[in-house]
């Protein structure tokens, strides 16, 4: 299985479910990371660990270890 984590800038993928900690996962959620939705990673920052992804037509920015919570599937084309 591949993460939010694992993804190339640029890649495209559809979240297929969301773990972690309770109060880590209701969070993601809040924001938009629900399954079944399509996301983008766009950058990812060398030295602090972030993450900017792109869901619903907004920029979030995620910790690496947030990103590893999330587990995705590729999307062709």
Not at 13 to 31: D, K
Not at 35 to 49: E, F, H, I, N, Y
């Amino acid at each position: 299985m591949n993460t939010l984590a694992d993804l190339r800038p640029g890649t495209s993928a559809t979240l297929t479910a969301v773990s972690g900690a309770r109060a880590h996962r209701r969070r993601l959620l809040e924001l938009g990371l629900v399954p079944g939705t399509r996301v983008r990673l766009v950058r990812r920052s060398a030295l602090q660990g972030l993450l900017e992804v792109e869901v619903r037509g907004s920029r979030l920015s995620l910790r690496s270890a947030e990103a590893h919570q999330v587990t995705v599937e590729a999307v062709d084309g």
